[in-house]
């Protein structure tokens, strides 16, 4: 047993006022503003719209701006150590869109093209290039991404069962957020002034910021700063307005402060999330009033007035900006702010300025829309009191299963069984009806196909426990988004030379706007995250509940789903483009804690980033075989196996899957799962459902002219082959 | 102005996507925004939009929008008296 404290050893940035920490403290200590009219792209608007954009890096039409953008940030990061880091989280909204908003302009139906389209496609991009072989994370909550992949990060430092992880945030300007937040009348057209008595929205912009993180027990001779705390909150209340009193947002402040040990009254600094609009600034004040109660306010700022809102990077670059607080005694001043609000509670520093005493503790905060919520807590290497966290060598974690669902082509988990009883395929896209059973037409008139689905899931899953025991934290991994309204927004914008969009379309083509949805109707306050990692979305939610919500005594939900779209899907999902069938469809689980009692148990036991580098299977098999405790326990303790291997990963998942059996001498039934359920990417959400119904029934349906369909009171696993190895155990 | 109404109410049907609402449900002179029909600042948004697109009508401050989507017949009123349908409609009365 001993005790993990966390680090930043390293980082990186770039955003519209400098490249690189040099660059960018100069910036700051000058208030260089750096919000143009946008000139990256043509737009509609004339004269154009104020942006924050990197006018050093050209606009390309061969490589989405995110994933270069993250990419500078992550080479400054990585640039003192040559070895590769345990895990990559990095949190991003925008992806590829980019790129794919102008291949879908020009009609382009190459499929090749899209192949960096996906959110989850920046972290791999990353971890390809750092050589990144473990758990890799992507976070879509929104604007508060960068925090939320940062606390992820966190905590899995504090587990002990990696030692460095590559985290941040990512995110650049597009016609989706250019346009969308135009259409919510968001923008400042004379550009973001936070927290000004005439501020009328913000500024859309772009950025990255990234930190290598490091467990110790000491601070290391290279530390910069201490990243000691982290809290995650959903405001519950609306899919694009914050809670009217900041409630949300009090509580993530709060929550971080707990989780980092100290008080309100040792906060020297708070980076403010501000972007500029009336609600949000007006919130985040008031929020911030009732953190310090009669106690006064620290130094705050925001610095959206300087370089915008750069969406799943500003919390990661708050945090840097936080950090320069805490270890260089710059606070950045409040950019744009000239004439204070007396409706707000609070007066940000509007210029530069050295704080009277050193900084010991900062606060980073990141809000955004769903509701959610990211605040992290920055400390100095050495001033800090922090005894870190108690890590111990304990037994994996499970959560209790304590409700099911799932939904694909066939129906419902009963329809779904009775064609396997029959060893016939379910796939097939999700028929309407299935959500109609949850939900009115009133009530779904906003919600496309996908948040239809994962609402109806979770309801389902739920049951009548939704009644006196809500789920407090949501976790739901989705490859794709709400495709329906993507692909809507984008029609609607281009068949109209770019005048009109839907800002109802915008706000659902958010990826963790269905998850927003969920809280609001169960009134989970606690965190909501939406992973997306491509097929593996659904296992990153698993993990991703069990770093955050592993030893709550609340209840939580986790959903995996996604949504066949005609156009986007087989342009975006290379194993959909090759499958006959077009699918969709996904799953539910309703889980407690392990001492819940209940018919089985679920945990994530391996994620790895494996690529597709045939020379290193035998590593990464001899990886999934330890995760799992040993070729002895996985003969042991289940009774059969559902395999996952996407239609693309075929040839290299089919070898993986091989090089597993020959290692393991697995005697009993593999069942190749995704022949049933057809090909999208979170199929394993169905899978999962699948072995709850398995363990609790005992069985497996149908008959095999080999193997006997009794479980005989063993456990289910799940593995997924392909660019990731993952592993899922479910346990009676 | 009974005409424009009337397709007033079918467009911010098929906008908002009430399919459960028929015209005859729609009062004209009930409250449009937080009313019995649920409709919020998104839904709004979303006819701005729409009026902007089908009759060049620009409504770009919360003050004026709440003039205007006071009820179906003070919207269909300014779009009578501001949109480009609008002007040509009134030309022919």
Request: net charge negative; hydrophobic share 40%.
């Amino acid at each position: 047993m001993h005790r993990l404290r966390v680090f930043i050893t390293s980082m990186g940035i770039i955003g519209p006022v400098g490249q690189g920490i040099g660059e960018t403290i100069d910036s700051v200590q000058k208030s260089t503003a750096a919000i143009k009219p946008l000139h990256l792209f043509p737009a509609s608007h004339i004269p154009p719209l104020p942006v924050g954009q990197i006018t050093a890096v050209p606009w390309a039409t061969d490589m989405p701006r995110t994933h270069t953008l993250a990419l500078m940030a992550s080479r400054d990061a990585m640039k003192d150590t040559c070895e590769a880091p345990d895990a990559v989280v990095i949190g991003t909204t925008t992806g590829g869109i980019s790129l794919t908003e102008e291949l879908l302009k020009s009609q382009i139906q190459d499929v090749r093209r899209y192949a960096l389209h996906s959110a989850g496609s920046v972290a791999e991009y990353i971890a390809r290039h750092v050589g990144c072989n473990g758990p890799v994370l992507t976070v879509s909550t929104a604007c508060s991404s960068g925090n939320t992949a940062l606390k992820i990060a966190l905590e899995m430092l504090r587990s002990g069962k990696v030692n460095r992880v590559l985290a941040g945030g990512a995110d650049s300007l597009c016609r989706l957020t250019y346009y969308g937040f135009d259409s919510l009348q968001l923008v400042d057209v004379k550009g973001a002034r936070p927290f000004d008595f005439n501020r009328r929205g913000m500024s859309v912009g772009e950025g990255a910021a990234m930190f290598l993180l490091t467990a110790a027990e000491t601070p290391p001779e290279n530390a910069i700063a201490e990243l000691l705390g982290g809290g995650l909150s959903c405001d519950a209340y609306h899919p694009a307005a914050p809670h009217p009193q900041g409630d949300g947002a009090l509580c993530a402040m709060q929550k971080a402060i707990a989780d980092a040990g100290i008080s309100p009254d040792e906060i020297g600094y708070i980076h403010l999330h501000g972007t500029g609009t009336v609600d949000n600034d007006l919130t985040e004040a008031r929020a911030i009033r009732s953190l310090f109660g009669d106690l006064p306010v620290p130094p705050c700022s925001s610095t959206k007035g300087a370089y915008g809102h750069t969406m799943a990077a500003s919390g990661a670059m708050g945090t840097v900006m936080s950090i320069f607080g805490v270890t260089r005694g710059i606070l950045p001043g409040n950019t744009g702010l000239h004439d204070p609000d007396p409706a707000l509670p609070l007066t940000p520093i509007s210029v530069p300025t050295q704080p009277e005493a050193p900084v010991r503790f900062a606060l980073s905060n990141a809000f955004g829309f769903g509701g959610n919520n990211a605040v992290l807590v920055i400390g100095h290497p050495t001033r800090s009191k922090n005894t870190g966290t108690t890590v111990a060598a304990t037994p994996p974690v499970f959560f209790s299963v304590l409700g099911s669902a799932c939904l694909g082509g066939a129906g419902d988990i009963k329809c779904i069984i009775e064609r396997m009883a029959q060893d016939e395929p379910f796939a097939g896209t999700v028929p309407p009806a299935e959500f109609t059973r949850y939900l009115s037409e009133r009530h779904a008139r906003r919600m496309k196909r996908l948040t239809r689905m994962t609402l109806s899931l979770a309801i389902a899953a739920c049951g009548e426990k939704e009644a006196t025991d809500s789920p407090v934290s949501v976790f739901f991994g989705t490859g794709w988004g709400g495709l329906s309204e993507t692909h809507d927004f984008l029609e609607k914008l281009f068949e109209s030379d770019e005048r009109f969009t839907s800002p109802t379309d915008f706000i659902g083509s958010v990826h963790n706007a269905s998850a927003g949805h969920v809280a609001i109707h169960f009134k989970a306050g606690g965190p909501n995250v939406t992973t997306t990692g491509g097929n593996c979305s659904f296992e990153q939610a698993l993990m991703s509940a069990d770093l955050l919500a592993g030893r709550d005594r609340d209840p939580l939900l986790v959903v995996g789903a996604d949504e066949y779209h005609p156009t986007l899907s087989p342009l975006f999902d290379p194993s959909v483009a090759i499958s006959e069938t077009p699918s969709d469809g996904g799953g539910a689980l309703y889980l407690g804690p392990e001492t819940t009692p209940s018919a089985c148990r679920i945990r994530t036991a391996c994620l790895d980033y494996a690529g597709t580098d045939e020379q290193d299977i035998p590593n990464r098999i001899g990886h999934l075989v330890e995760q799992l405790g040993g070729v002895q326990r996985i003969r042991d303790q289940f009774g059969t196996i559902l395999v996952g291997i996407p239609a693309f990963h075929r040839d290299i998942g089919q070898r993986q899957l091989d090089a597993f059996l020959s290692a393991s001498g697995y005697p009993r039934r593999i069942i190749d799962y995704r022949r049933y359920t057809g090909e999208f990417a979170s199929a394993s959400a169905v899978a999962a459902v699948l072995a709850v119904s398995f363990v609790k029934a005992d069985e497996v349906p149908g008959t095999h002219p080999r193997y006997p369909t009794p479980l005989g009171g063993c456990g289910v696993l799940i593995l997924g082959f392909g660019d990731y190895i993952t592993a899922m155990e479910v346990l009676p | 102005m009974d005409q424009l109404i009337i397709e007033l109410k079918q467009k911010i049907i098929e906008t908002l996507n009430l399919i459960d609402i028929t015209l005859e449900d729609m009062d004209q002179d009930a409250q449009l925004i937080g009313g019995d029909l649920g409709l919020d600042s998104i839904d709004v948004l979303e006819l701005v939009m729409m009026l902007e697109k089908e009759y060049g009508v620009e409504i770009d401050n919360k003050e004026l929008g709440v003039k205007v989507f006071a009820s179906v017949t003070s919207l269909a009123e300014y779009v009578f008296n501001n949109g480009l349908s609008g002007e040509t409609r009134a030309k022919t009365v």
